[in-house]
T-cell receptor, first 111, second 113 residues
């Protein structure tokens, strides 16, 4: 069993739909990092959170430390949101070397 | 966007040849990392650096070496490339501090034929 799992693995949505991507982890962490990767592109940092909720535009990330679970929500989805979303469990407090990456969720938003 | 530049962006090389990938940052961040990304695997850490001339191995370091002679540059070298090293390589940087995030470069697609 992987230490960091994501669901669903693949997701297709119609433009405008509300989307949820889930991340669960089995290790103790200091923070959870959500990343976005467009096809053929680089990796962009979305959120780093250690408790509660963060919001940026149409994106919302939540984390429940007790349940070892985090969710990434996209409201009013748009085709430009099509990308792979990766969660990363950060085990160390300072440097980024003790990080376990999830396998990613591939999102396709259809017009 | 964080100032990270990877070069080259694409490279095709032959088995057995040496290859060096460069990561350059303009953020003066202390930590730098090299990852590889392969289908079916999450990002995996190859090597990282916590300062000039201070480096350490990650989970998939065999066949790779690194050097950091300046804060801004972190080099990844494949001494003798093999087909199993065909991958997309990402450099990342992060500042010190509690729960700071990492910022990634655009990636280098390396094909070993």
């Amino acid at each position: 069993k992987n230490e960091v799992e994501q669901s669903p693995q693949n997701l297709t949505a119609q433009e405008g739909e509300f989307i949820t991507i889930n991340c669960s982890y089995s290790v103790g962490i200091s923070a959870l990092h959500w990343l976005q990767q467009h096809p053929g592109g680089g990796i962009v940092s979305l959120f780093m959170l250690s408790s509660g909720k963060k919001k940026h535009g149409r994106l919302i990330a939540t984390i429940n430390i007790q349940e070892k679970h985090s969710s990434l929500h996209i409201t009013a989805s748009h085709p430009r949101d099509s990308a792979v979303y990766i969660c990363a469990a950060k085990k160390g407090d300072t440097s980024y070397d003790k990080v376990i990456f999830g396998p990613g969720t591939s999102l396709s938003v259809i017009p | 966007d964080a100032g990270i530049t990877q070069s080259p962006r694409h490279k095709v090389t032959e088995t057995g040849t040496p290859v060096t990938l460069r990561c350059h940052q303009t953020e003066n961040h202390r930590y730098m990392y090299w990852y590889r990304q392969d289908p079916g695997h999450g990002l995996r850490l190859i090597h990282y650096s916590y300062g000039v001339k201070d480096t350490d191995k990650g989970e998939v370091s065999d066949g790779y070496s690194v050097s950091r002679s300046k804060t801004e540059d972190f080099l990844l070298t494949l001494e003798s490339a093999t087909s199993s090293q065909t991958s997309v390589y990402f450099c990342a940087i992060s500042p010190p501090g509690l729960n700071t995030e990492a910022f990634f470069g655009q990636g280098t697609r390396l094909t070993v034929v």
